[in-house]
Nanobody
Framework: QVQLVESGGGSVQPGGSLTLSCTTS????????TGWYRQTPGKERELVAQ???????DYADSILGRFSISRDIAKNTVYLQMASLKREDTAVYFC??????????????WGQGTQVTVSS
């Protein structure tokens, strides 16, 4: 079982910045992958950014050059630094983790979600 606790959402004007944090209950290096998804009403949840245990990073094309994912291994925390925010970045952001059991069974875990609103 992995618990994910998110923080850092809120409201910001276009062009502003926010940083989201997600602290995991398990050693972050034991998680195959951690990252962030986002969802708006009526749409499917979409990948924003993710980092693998070995440090490999993937970003969605829509946020390239504006968002950055990083992690603090000592704190078991992954961050999403968001800059140059646009109205279309408004969504509920979910922290995500994939874990493989000793038997190789994959498990997906999600945080409770944090609202990010970009509005003037």
């Amino acid at each position: 079982q992995v618990q994910l606790v998110e923080s850092g959402g809120g409201s910001v004007q276009p062009g502003g910045s926010l940083t989201l944090s997600c602290t995991t209950s398990r050693n972050i290096l034991q998680l195959y992958r951690t990252g962030w998804y986002r969802q708006t009403p009526g749409k499917e949840r979409e990948l924003v950014a993710q980092v693998s245990a070995d440090g490999n990073i993937d970003y969605a094309d829509s946020i390239l050059g504006r968002f950055s994912i990083s992690r603090d291994i000592a704190k078991n925390t992954v961050y999403l630094q968001m800059a140059s925010l646009k109205r279309e970045d408004t969504a509920v952001y979910f922290c995500y983790a994939k874990f493989f059991s000793d038997w190789g069974t994959p498990f997906d875990y999600w945080g409770q979600g944090t609202q990010v609103t970009v509005s003037s």
